[in-house]
Structure formats: structure tokens, C-alpha cells
T-cell receptor, first 114, second 114 residues
Framework: EAGVTQFPSHSVIEKGQTVTLRCDPI?????LYWYRRVMGKEIKFLLH????????ESGMPNNRFLAERTGGTYSTLKVQPAELEDSGVYFC????????????FGPGTRLTVL | DQQVKQNSPSLSVQEGRISILNCDYT??????FLWYKKYPAEGPTFLIS?????DKNEDGRFTVFLNKSAKHLSLHIVPSQPGDSAVYFC?????????????FGTGTRLLVSP
């Protein structure tokens, strides 16, 4: 069974540009999460999808971030326009059991904004 | 305001000895706790968890202890092996969020030397 995959693995952009990150969850997992780790700090929750619906987006930093999950399969996270403080590693995770806390993480996308 | 704290950024242990990683939390609503292990360039991998109704959970070489009154948990690895060298994240969640939102600490880098 394939794990959670993320694309790209690295992205380097300039301030003001747009970047779109993609996450493919484990097949059949209805729950999809985005997290971010900035500069070696804690891994912070951004949002949670159940199928195509946003269940909790309380961690989204501001309206420059837009997450979508059309069709309830893969998800994209767009940052527009990117700022320097958006640099970090963006992790995607998925889970199937709605009452199981264990989440399966992808390898992450390292975003660098110059 | 960090709700989950891992105050030791790093820990060095000799192979065969015990590794003890600590974690403190401040939110009384947390009732489920997890440890994740992360190798470089990979996503966090679930290791072991514990519910607040227990004070100990064991899985092979890994044991997690929970002290609810002190809001403290620890991960014991016995015996430690060089392959255990990684960053360990403590995470907490609660039934109130349906166990869906993980709150992580900043991680502890464990180095096990031969």
C-alpha cells in the first residue's frame, strides 16, 4: 500500500510569487490534514478535511493560504503571495478511522521563500 | 503559547542503555498522547500512544508513561540502538476535537552512539 505522497519535495520561490503544494493521501483515507514546521519549531496544525469538506481550518495563518480537496482525493495548498515567514516544511497526513488519533504523514515539502 | 513542551532539544545515549525522552503539556483537555519518530527528509512516523485512562503503555523496547497530575509523559527506549537515532515528537489531542487535531512539541533529537 502506497503511503502519503507530496509534491514537490522542495520549492524555492521569491517573495510575492505563488506556490502550490500537492498531497496524495493513502487510498481510501477520508481524513486529510496539513501541518507546517517552521525553523525547527513545533509541527503546527493548519487544517483538516473530511472528504472534500473543511472540518477545521483554525490553524490557517491568514488568507494568503488556500487549501482545496476537490473530489475528496488529493489536496492542494496554495500560498499567494508568498512571504518570507512562510518558509518551512509543509507536511500532509491522512487517516481513515475518524476516532483514531494516529495519522500517517507524508515526507513533506520544504518551501523556501527568498 | 506552546501547549506541548519538550524542553530537551537533544539527548545522547550509548547503545544498550536506556533513553528517556520527556514531554510536558498544559492543556487539561488533552486525553490522548502520541510519540512520533522522524528521520531526516522523511515525515513523522507513529511510534506509540497512550490514553489518559492509562498510566503506562508498552510496545517492545518502547514504553510510554503518563503522569496526569503532573501533566507529564515520558518515552523510554530500552535498550537503545543506533537505528533509534532520530527526532522524537510528542503530540497531544483530545476527544473534544475527535482526536483529529494533533498538537506537537518541538522535538528532541536522540543520538545513540555505538
Amino acid at each position: 500500500e502506497a503511503g502519503v505522497t507530496q509534491f514537490p519535495s522542495h520549492s524555492v520561490i521569491e517573495k510575492g510569487q505563488t506556490v502550490t503544494l500537492r498531497c496524495d493521501p493513502i487510498s481510501g483515507h477520508d481524513n486529510l490534514y496539513w501541518y507546517r514546521r517552521v525553523m525547527g519549531k513545533e509541527i503546527k496544525f493548519l487544517l483538516h478535511f473530511v472528504k472534500e469538506s473543511k472540518q477545521d481550518e483554525s490553524g490557517m495563518p491568514n488568507n494568503r493560504f488556500l487549501a482545496e480537496r476537490t473530489g475528496g482525493t488529493y489536496s492542494t495548498l496554495k500560498v499567494q503571495p508568498a512571504e518570507l515567514e512562510d518558509s518551512g516544511v509543509y507536511f500532509c497526513a491522512s487517516s481513515q478511522d475518524p476516532w483514531a488519533a494516529e495519522q500517517f504523514f507524508g515526507p513533506g515539502t520544504r518551501l523556501t521563500v527568498l | 503559547d506552546q501547549q506541548v513542551k519538550q524542553n530537551s532539544p537533544s539527548l545522547s545515549v550509548q547503545e544498550g542503555r536506556i533513553s528517556i525522552l520527556n514531554c510536558d503539556y498544559t492543556n487539561s483537555m488533552f486525553d490522548y498522547f502520541l510519540w512520533y519518530k522522524k528521520y531526516p527528509a522523511e515525515g513523522p512516523t507513529f511510534l506509540i500512544s497512550i490514553s489518559s485512562i492509562k498510566d503506562k503503555n508498552e510496545d517492545g523496547r518502547f514504553t510510554v508513561f503518563l503522569n496526569k497530575s503532573a501533566k507529564h509523559l515520558s518515552l523510554h527506549i530500552v535498550p537503545s540502538q543506533p537505528g533509534d537515532s532520530a527526532v522524537y515528537f510528542c503530540a497531544s489531542t483530545s476527544m473534544n476535537t475527535g482526536f483529529q487535531k494533533l498538537v506537537f512539541g518541538t522535538g528532541t533529537r536522540l543520538l545513540v552512539s555505538p
